[in-house]
């Protein structure tokens, strides 16, 4: 069983900075891929950013350039630099890992959420 805690949403007003943070604990042999996704009220679940064990980094179009997703290791700790936020990026955003169980396959965990409201 994988634990995520997310931390670092909040409110901010357009041309802000938000830093969000999703730290992963529990047993497992290895952390793969880790994401950002977000949901918007009404709309679909979203793919922002997802950095992969070897550190290839993917972004939505519509965050490219403005956002930074990086990983440390060594925290099992996934990170999601946010700058120049428009009101556009209000959602909930949700951390996503996958992980590789000790001899028992490859297994995918959701945080619980973090609320980020951008005003303008």
């Known amino acids: 069983q994988v634990q995520l805690v997310e931390s670092g949403g909040g409110s901010v007003q357009a041309g802000g900075s938000l830093r969000l943070s999703c730290a992963a604990s529990?047993?497992?042999?290895?952390?793969?891929?880790m994401g950002w996704y977000r949901q918007a009220p009404g709309k679909q679940r979203e793919l922002v950013a997802v950095?992969?064990?070897?550190?290839?980094?993917n972004y939505a179009d519509s965050v490219k350039g403005r956002f930074t997703i990086s990983r440390d290791n060594a925290k099992d700790t996934v990170y999601l630099q946010m700058n120049s936020l428009k009101p556009e990026d209000t959602a909930v955003y949700y951390c996503?890992?996958?992980?590789?169980?000790w001899g028992t396959g490859k297994y995918d965990y959701w945080g619980q959420g973090t609320q980020v409201t951008v005003s303008s």
């Open positions: 950095i992969t064990s070897t550190r290839n980094t």
């Open positions: 996503n890992v996958d992980v590789t169980g």
């Open positions: 529990g047993s497992f042999f290895r952390i793969n891929a």
